[in-house]
């Protein structure tokens, strides 16, 4: 039997790569974590405690040679996922951090699979429309624009997996932490939204986080080595209407009822209606509308490599409303 093949997970702390911790592979695979300082309870390898942002992700000379010797993959998960940060903040760890990737499995003789955004089909040349400059997530999609233009570049042998907005578990709804649709979905659900920004016909596109994990799992099994593949429900995924109902029954669960608040036309809405409540509303009634105008950016309906996913990795098919309700559930039981 050959040995394993040994991969660097970066961002093992992170959501996806603890997801990635979690997915089976029969032994077929070494996974070394590779963490900054927070704790990664679903290792079964020491934790490497390195910093991507700096050079020989700041380690010595000895021990970075005898990493680079060891290691046949690298999943390139680490990233600053926050939205509404300046560039600056963002260039650290997702570009100069991608560069040091690239630097390192160079030496190392390995290959790149890269975990980027749906989102950066809103700023490709083919995009259905151009994304205004104070988009609050513009500043983090150009950062993994220009990661995936390194790896381009680079000459490496390199997949990049392009996720839409992560939930938890497709079945138990399990997430090392909570993300920006549980939050919203509970504000939603407590019923502070006045209203909830919509650009025409676009679609509620959640993926579970295993399900990402298992497509990054099953390509390192079968070595494959290029493509880009858009991790996402396209025309498949919930409408805006479905998504609340959904948050509706949620609701009832927990012997509450929920109003949905009424929809409107983001490309018609006021400014003013926004930037006039409190910070909090103000923030998420943004992020709803920054996130709708990205869609909408890239066509309304987001790509979707899913068919292809499913056909080549053996992905079996998830419900996305069934897995976001689970997730739902998980955050209301484990996320307060």
Request: charged letters at 25%; hydrophobic letters at 40%.
């Amino acid at each position: 039997m050959s040995r394993p093949r040994t991969v660097l997970l970066t961002g093992a702390s992170g959501v996806v790569g603890r997801a990635i911790l979690r997915e089976e592979h029969a032994g077929r695979l070494r996974i070394i974590p590779a963490a900054r300082s927070a704790p990664v309870p679903e290792a079964t390898e020491p934790v490497l405690h390195c910093d991507v942002s700096r050079e020989r992700f700041g380690l010595d000379r000895e021990d970075y040679r005898a990493l680079a010797a060891d290691v046949d993959v690298v999943i390139h998960s680490a990233g600053l996922t926050e939205w509404g940060l300046p560039a600056e903040r963002y260039r650290p760890v997702n570009i100069d951090g991608t560069r040091h990737v690239i630097d390192f499995a160079e030496q190392a003789g390995a290959t790149v699979h890269f975990v980027s955004t749906e989102f950066v089909a809103a700023l490709l040349p083919d995009a259905a429309g151009t994304l205004s400059d104070g988009n609050i997530c513009r500043n983090y999609i150009e950062s993994k624009r220009r990661a995936e233009v390194l790896l381009e570049e680079s000459g490496l042998p390199h997949l990049v997996f392009r996720p839409t907005n992560l939930i938890g578990h497709a079945t138990t709804g399990w997430t090392s932490r909570g993300q920006i649709v549980q939050q919203m979905s509970d504000w939603l659900r407590r019923g502070r939204a006045p209203f909830v920004p919509v650009y025409p016909g676009i679609r509620m596109d959640f993926v579970a986080q295993d399900l990402l994990a298992r497509a990054i799992v099953r390509a390192i099994e079968l070595d494959d080595d290029q493509g880009t593949f858009y991790v996402s429900y396209g025309p498949e995924a919930m409408d805006v209407e479905a998504c609340l109902r959904t948050l509706a029954k949620h609701a009832a669960g927990l012997g509450r009822t929920f109003t949905a608040p009424p929809l409107r036309d983001a490309r018609a809405l006021d400014p003013a209606e926004i930037t006039g409540r409190d910070p909090m509303t103000r923030m998420y009634l943004a992020v709803l509308r920054d996130v709708g105008e990205v869609t909408w950016c890239s066509g309304g309906v987001l790509p979707t490599s899913l068919p292809e996913l499913r056909e080549r990795y053996g992905l079996t098919a998830i419900d996305d409303t069934a897995a976001y309700a689970a997730s739902l559930a998980y955050a209301a039981e484990h996320l307060g």
